[in-house]
T-cell receptor, first 111, second 112 residues
Framework: AQRVTQPEKLLSVFKGAPVELKCNYSYSGSPELFWYVQYSRQRLQLLLRHISRESIKGFTADLNKGETSFHLKKPFAQEEDSAMYYCALPRNTGANSKLTFGKGITLSVRP | DAGITQSPRHKVTETGTPVTLRCHQTENHRYMYWYRQDPGHGLRLIHYSYGVKDTDKGEVSDGYSVSRSKTEDFLLTLESATSSQTSVYFC???????????FGSGTRLTVV
């Protein structure tokens, strides 16, 4: 079964420090992976997806098929990056793209 | 505007009462989903729909039912609310594989 693992629940860093939020997956085939962000008491928002290879708000994520990872990175954290982050991938390869989410990680950026 | 709204935003209800949450979209997307968000569990899929009157169960569907009589509306009903259903409920819409989801603002439900 397709599975997403976010091994850490909390990451606390100082402003300006590098950030890496880990995501590992199990998937048969070529996965489509997403990162979502949820700021305090707000709706989840799509941060980025690997197929578009975008960089949003300074975040990037590279798919590593050898390590089955899709870690989210930012070289210099900002206080406004403090939020909950979820990694997600489709449950199957069909048109109905039900996403399965990791348990999420809270990023806290201290001044 | 994200094109998706949920109502109510907050609700407190008593154990044993039925509760219906509404999700409304203006994007004409085919796929709609209901998730619950709980600390330590992340987001778990309750039910989903891939068209009018086409729905199916997710991983935590016990105690919940859904209906979709129109493309724009997806209703989630708790048949007889229990304290374990206290949660934040999110609706999401999607145009298909690869497009990701757009989420609603969530409904915070407390069952006392």
């Amino acid at each position: 079964a397709q599975r997403v693992t976010q091994p850490e629940k909390l990451l606390s860093v100082f402003k300006g420090a590098p950030v890496e939020l880990k995501c590992n997956y199990s998937y048969s085939g070529s996965p489509e992976l997403f990162w979502y962000v949820q700021y305090s008491r707000q709706r989840l928002q799509l941060l980025l997806r690997h197929i578009s290879r975008e960089s949003i708000k300074g975040f990037t994520a590279d798919l590593n098929k050898g390590e089955t990872s899709f870690h989210l990175k930012k070289p210099f954290a900002q206080e406004e990056d403090s939020a909950m982050y979820y990694c997600a991938l489709p449950r199957n390869t069909g048109a109905n793209s039900k996403l399965t989410f990791g348990k999420g990680i809270t990023l806290s950026v201290r001044p | 505007d994200a094109g998706i709204t949920q109502s109510p935003r907050h609700k407190v209800t008593e154990t044993g009462t039925p509760v219906t949450l509404r999700c409304h979209q203006t994007e004409n997307h085919r796929y709609m989903y209901w998730y619950r968000q709980d600390p330590g569990h992340g987001l778990r899929l309750i039910h989903y729909s891939y068209g009018v009157k086409d729905t199916d169960k997710g991983e935590v569907s016990d105690g919940y039912s859904v209906s979709r009589s129109k493309t724009e509306d997806f209703l989630l009903t708790l048949e007889s609310a229990t304290s374990s259903q206290t949660s934040v409920y999110f609706c999401a819409i999607s145009g298909g594989t690869g497009q990701g989801y757009t989420f609603g603002s969530g409904t915070r439900l407390t069952v006392v």
